[in-house]
């Protein structure tokens, strides 16, 4: 079977470095890669959203299956593109239409699915500049804190959690008025702030059926005990603690299950990864948030627990033959830390080389923004440069494995989080 990935992040790296050890992956192309994903496969330079360029290269290739990464593209319309194509629509093709891709590409589309289908999550209300007085008194007389969200793709940053009145209607201003987040921001969902702890659940589904994932925890924030900036993720465990049992049960009867019908019913084509993001308070879960594609850097963990062949699961899923597959997941724990360029995620230079990367023993290295230069060096290329996985009978062990990688990799102005998996050693020792 030859295959296409989408993207260029340490996520398209794990999925492709899974998808080359299937005895059916024939040949493995990367669109458009980076450093790390030309290890295990061709990375075409082709972006995300060049449907045109995406579309000639399948055929002539002849590629049998397109997993798509990132959600831009899926927002876009590639899944929509493929199904108009007489040639195109006969590709398997691991990614929601745009209709189903709106659970991420609108809050508030997402928000209004979940109310229809009884999917609990926190209460919220929508508002736009035409109604930016309404919205103003709206936050005035809310509870503390309050949660604003950019209603569009943000980049993992459009989610703002005001601690004083005043700074969630100044927030709102600049959202709304002063298009902080850009088009993103022309609709602001502002929403109930829920205390608890948060869990990532991912869900492959084919419009009919669906597995559950590993679960994993991440961790966003920039600055160490969660301070500091939004990021796309400093670092990821599986398993969690308090995901299992009962709370799992909860999760796959409330939201899981309701979901996947939810999209059936509703006629929305969906067959590819929904990865929800959830709060336990008290116990019970709650959505914060639908993501249409996997999450990064949870994939790097998720995907090394999965034992059987991906291959065969994504194209279970493209063929609408899930409910014919299973998988097995190994028992060992999994922990990634990511590490990024100084001065992410502001700006921040690009083209340091970086030493180490053949020293690294007893750890995976998962490539996000990185490039061979001319000199066929491996250098910088983005704010999350990359994502060192350890495994372990246990999650200290598998911490200990993954920060043995770290040490071992440098570069200029290099920075990473030290506490990644703390709150989950803690957790345990209760």
């Known amino acids: 079977m030859k295959v296409l990935v989408l993207g260029s992040g340490g996520r398209e790296h794990a999925l492709s470095w899974k998808i080359a050890q299937s005895k059916q992956c024939e040949a493995l192309f990367i669109a458009p890669g980076n450093a790390g994903t030309a290890q295990v496969g061709t990375n075409v330079a082709l972006t995300v959203t060049d449907f045109e360029g995406i579309g000639h290269f399948v055929k002539q290739e002849q590629i049998d299956l397109v997993v798509v990464g990132p959600e831009d593209p899926l927002v876009k319309g590639i899944a929509d ?42 209460r919220s209300k929508t508002f736009t500049r035409e109604n930016l007085e309404e919205g103003l008194n709206y936050v005035s007389s809310h509870p503390l804190p309050v949660v604003l969200k950019a209603d569009g793709l943000a980049a993992g940053k459009g989610v703002i959690i005001a601690e004083t009145t005043e700074q969630a209607r100044e927030t709102l201003q600049e959202m709304l008025v002063e298009a902080k987040f850009g088009d993103a921001s022309s609709r602001v969902v ?7 702890i948060e869990l990532s659940v991912f869900v492959l589904t084919d419009g009919h059926s669906y597995k559950i994932l590993p679960e994993a925890k991440d961790y966003k924030r920039i600055g160490e005990n969660d301070t500091g900036l939004n990021t796309g993720g400093m670092g990821a465990v599986t398993p969690v603690p308090f995901a299992a049992g009962d709370f799992m049960q909860k999760v796959e009867e409330r939201i899981v299950k309701p979901t996947v019908k939810g999209l059936k019913e509703e006629n929305i084509d969906y067959k590819g990864f929904i990865f929800i993001g959830l709060m336990n308070v008290g116990g019970d ?65 690009k083209g340091h080389p970086i030493s180490g990367l053949n020293e ?34 246990s999650v200290e062990k598998a911490l200990e494995n993954a920060y043995n990688g770290v040490s071992k990799i440098s570069w200029t102005d290099e920075y990473h989080r030290r506490d990644i998996g703390q709150d989950i050693l803690r957790l345990l020792k209760q």
């Open 360 to 393: 690294v023993n007893g750890a995976l290295v998962f490539h996000a923004g990185t490039k061979l230069n001319d000199s066929q060096d491996i250098v910088t290329n983005g704010g999350r440069v990359l994502a060192i996985t350890g495994k372990g009978e």
């Open 81 to 122: 593109y493929f199904a108009k194509d007489d040639e195109l629509k006969k590709v398997g093709l691991v990614g929601p239409s745009a209709n189903g891709a709106q659970l991420e590409g609108s809050k508030d589309f997402s928000k209004r699915f979940m109310e229809r289908h009884g999917i609990p999550t926190a």
């Open 285 to 349: 879960p709650y959505v914060i948030e639908y993501n249409v594609r996997m999450g990064d850097p949870e994939t790097q963990v998720v995907i090394p627990k999965i034992k059987s062949d991906l291959l065969e699961l994504l194209q279970a899923t493209a063929q609408e033959r899930l409910a014919e597959v299973d998988y097995t997941t190994h028992n060992e724990a999994f922990t990634t830390v990511v590490m990024v360029s100084g001065g992410y995620p502001g700006s921040y230079p």
């Open 190 to 196: 502002i929403e109930q702030y829920l205390q608890g």
